[in-house]
């Protein structure tokens, strides 16, 4: 299971006014409480990918397309552009093309050299909803010399927000951490969400447990530049993600709280006051998390 955005451990920390120990009954045993409080994050994740219209978390995702069209163009200067569906961004895999009209296709390797990301992300994404979503193949790949769609390209990239969790403790000075998702890390700088033992890492390197992809994903070790500071125990978050998709996450977290049948109540807040929270019910909350989240959306 890949860790929701935000963890019950941070949905109980934060400002919410929810009285989580009534969750899913009151009286609840505490190992009840928690399974339900991590049912509540990876829901509240799931709306959060809902109303983006992707997953913000990393992830390596294929893509075919054919052109010169639309999506796929080609300029005055023969170079090729791609809008790709889902950003931001971070690298491109693989690349290969195909005359359109070749049945099976005749495929052409592109090289690593032979395409990049315009203006990629340095260390981590943009944080206020900017982010690349266009790849650029050099010239003689893909032209106007079959026609419109006359060729198909096949494309391989990563994009999202590097987003994971810890799967086993970890000790002040220690230059490896062990996670349950290494996908996109490679290069990233991100924080480990600990309260007062929060520190940021950058990754040099990683190592999935399943080898063998075209770029390492799935459950590993992250390889830091420098030592740890603090200790860290096991399902601690481990995130480049910008803090206010937490927070949205976090409401989103809190509607489902705030709708419980018989048990539903409010969050209390002064008449015409708009609170921390976004408002003192679960439409409001849902509301100021899907404005929130809206910055992030996939567009196209």
């Excluded at 809008?83 to 099976?104: G, M, T, Y």
């Excluded at 390797?109 to 981590?124: A, K």
């Excluded at 987003?163 to 230059?175: E, I, N, P």
Aim: one cysteine or more; hydrophobic letters at 45%; a negative charge.
């Amino acid at each position: 299971m890949v860790t929701p955005y935000v963890t019950p451990e941070l949905l109980l920390s934060a400002p919410t006014g929810i009285s989580w120990a009534t969750i899913p009954d009151k009286g609840a045993p505490v190992p009840a409480q928690q399974a339900e409080q991590m049912n509540i994050c990876i829901r509240a994740t799931a709306e959060a990918d809902r109303i983006c219209n992707q997953v913000l978390r990393a992830t390596a995702d294929p893509v075919t397309m054919y052109g010169p069209d639309y999506y796929l163009t080609v300029g005055p200067n023969w170079v090729a552009r791609m809008q790709l569906p889902r950003w931001p961004v971070l690298s491109v895999v693989s690349a290969r093309v195909s005359p359109a009209a070749a049945f099976p296709p005749v495929w052409q390797t592109i090289p690593t050299d032979g395409i990049r990301v315009q203006n990629p992300p340095v260390g981590v994404p943009g944080d206020a909803g900017a982010g690349c979503a266009v790849a650029l193949i050099a010239p003689g790949y893909v032209s106007w010399q079959n026609g419109r769609n006359g060729y198909m390209v096949e494309l391989t990239y990563l994009n999202g927000w590097p987003h994971t969790s810890l799967t086993a403790d970890a000790t002040s000075g220690a230059t490896t951490i062990a996670v349950d998702d290494v996908t996109g890390w490679l290069g990233a700088t991100g924080t480990i969400f600990d309260g007062a033992n929060t520190e940021q890492i950058t990754v040099t390197a990683v190592t999935p447990i399943v080898t063998g992809t075209a770029t390492p994903i799935g459950p590993g070790m992250l390889t830091l530049a420098t030592s740890l500071l603090n200790d860290h125990v096991s399902g601690v978050l481990v995130t480049t993600m910008p803090e206010n998709i937490q927070w949205a996450t976090i409401m989103l977290a809190s509607a489902q709280a705030l709708t419980r049948g018989a048990t539903a109540t409010t969050i209390q807040a002064l008449p015409g006051v708009r609170t921390a929270m976004g408002g003192g019910d679960a439409g409001g909350l849902i509301k100021t998390a899907t404005d929130i989240l809206n910055t992030y959306a996939r567009v196209i």
